[in-house]
């Protein structure tokens, strides 16, 4: 873990290395999701939107985005290993599903534009940050070096905050 250290210690990188692989995985699930690049689209109506309770919507949103970032905290235990195939993965659907919206219903898959970057850059974010927490507390315990956690929980709530306004619009979205 020592010849880690130079690039490790550095949320910054840690949260470039996440953006880059959630990226990836996004243009592979829209590559490998199904895409009929021969179909012109825009084969199905839009469908109505119900009424909602944008407070309601909201708290549902958020609470799904929260799980999914209490998943990549909870995945740095593994050193990283878990949170990675986390970020793959929800980046991979990402992808697939917005290939597939914008196959069938072209003219609404904008819509996914006004919340999804800044969603999954909040995911990054609480990524790299459980990351980089994961490794001072290991540093900690085996190095016996001070904790500097400073970074990593202003990195956690940063990337909570981002999740809430991510809520927010994308509730705005549906509503």
Do not use: K
């Not at 949260?15 to 692989?21: E, H, I, P, R």
């Not at 009424?51 to 985005?65: F, M, P, S, W």
């Not at 991979?92 to 917005?98: A, C, K, Q, R, T």
């Not at 940050?129 to 990195?155: I, K, N």
Request: hydrophobic residues 50%; glycine residues 10%.
């Amino acid at each position: 873990m020592q010849s880690l250290s130079p690039w490790s210690l550095s949320l910054p990188t840690l949260v470039g290395l996440n953006t880059a692989l959630t990226t990836l995985a996004i243009c592979l699930g829209a590559d490998l999701g199904g895409f009929d690049r021969s179909s012109p689209g825009g084969h199905l109506d839009a469908p109505p939107y119900a009424a909602c309770a944008r407070a309601e919507t909201v708290a549902t949103i958020l609470e799904g985005n929260l799980l999914v970032g209490g998943v990549l905290l909870a995945g740095a235990v593994t050193l990283g290993g878990f949170t990675v195939l986390t970020l793959f993965v929800n980046g991979f659907m990402l992808g697939s599903g917005g290939s597939l919206l914008w196959q069938e219903m072209p003219h609404t898959a904008h819509l996914l534009w006004r919340y999804v970057p800044l969603e999954f850059a909040a995911f990054a974010i609480v990524a790299g940050a459980a990351q980089h927490l994961a490794r001072s507390v290991y540093r900690c315990l085996a190095f016996d070096e001070p904790p500097p956690f400073r970074t990593s929980l202003l990195g956690l709530a940063a990337g909570a905050t981002l999740l809430f306004v991510a809520a927010v619009l994308e509730a705005e979205v549906y509503c």
